[in-house]
């Protein structure tokens, strides 16, 4: 297991910005490294995720908002959430993949009408 240190979740008005850090602890390579969402009553889902080569993928509901980045060497992700909406409120979970997937415990975004 590694561990994730997850900060930056907050309150936040809607169309107001946070942005989101994960750093991992690991001398292992870590693969794709990614944020993902759960909002009371449903299911986690993919938020963003960026392979070791800079690759991005981002759910449909937060394109053009958020921007997922990556410092390699810090073994560090980064979400940056702008124009957000009160739908955007959720547990963000970090997620960094070596030959297992590891998470994080969870940082609360909450978004204010």
């Given amino acids: ?3 994730l240190v997850e900060s930056g979740g907050g309150l936040a008005q809607a169309g107001g910005s946070l942005r989101l850090s994960c750093a991992a602890s690991t001398i292992f390579t870590i693969n794709d490294m990614g944020w993902y969402r759960q909002a009371p009553g449903k299911q986690r889902e993919l938020v963003a995720i960026i392979t070791e080569s800079g690759t991005t993928r981002y759910a449909d509901s ?3 908002r958020f921007t997922i980045s990556r410092d390699s060497a810090k073994n560090t ?3 940056q959430m ?3 909406k009160p739908e955007d409120t959720a547990v963000y979970y970090c997620m960094a993949e070596t030959i297992y997937e590891n998470w994080g415990q969870g940082t609360q975004v909450t978004v204010s009408s």
């Fill in 1 to 3: 297991q590694v561990p």
């Fill in 82 to 84: 702008n124009s957000l």
């Fill in 77 to 79: 992700v980064y979400l």
């Fill in 62 to 64: 937060v394109k053009g």
